[in-house]
């Protein structure tokens, strides 16, 4: 099946429109990973604000005692370990990278509390470069349009993406995902009836919670030619 015009339908709808955590600078998009994590975005941006209001950088952050970072994040999810995690990480881009945040993901992974999805993040938004991150928001509706199995992992979701998307357009996959599961495809109670692409959506198609007259049958055959 070609998923890319149905993919594009969404990433038409859902235009950039990010938060304010994310930016041109790379090291301001990592610590905006971090602070975002489990976290709503406005939380994350008011927290971000303050953080960036008291220190400028790397070299300010990499001395900054973690208690007084927990003050300025908080009420972010999990903020004392994210306020050591950004200490952690500030001091390893100064003494492994000399100040400044690698541009590729195998360095990247490196740094205390960055995983692939923030990896990818930075490089997307930080520094300009194809990449495709996988939060779960993307991981979600992946499996629920029927692009991936229901077993398939992060990397394999991101590898599929990659092959689906047009190189030039990763950039903008995951804020209109992000954007189009927050508005319409939620993690409970979906709103189907919304939906741009429904009536390709193996979720759409197949619930049982759905009514049946509202939505159209799908074979298990057909099921299966849709994750070739």
Known sequence: MDWWPILNTILERYRWRGPKHISKDPFKTLIGCILSQRTRDETTDAAFERLFSKYKGVEDLSKADPAEIEKLIYPVGFYRVKARRIVEAARFIRDVFGGKVPDNM???????????????????????????????????????????????????????????????????????????????????????EKCPVREHCTFYLTSNTLKRDLRPRISRTELKKRRK
């Open 106 to 192: 195998e360095d990247l992974l490196r740094i205390p509390g960055v995983g692939r999805k923030c990896a990818n993040i930075v490089l997307a938004y930080g520094f300009g470069k194809p990449a495709i991150a996988v939060d779960t928001h993307v991981y979600r509706i992946s499996k629920r349009l029927g692009i991936v199995s229901e077993n398939a992992d992060v990397v394999e979701v991101e590898e599929t993406l990659k092959r689906i998307v047009p190189k030039e357009r990763w950039i903008d996959v995951n804020h209109a995902l992000v954007r189009f599961g927050k508005d319409v495809c939620r993690p409970t109670r979906p709103l189907c």
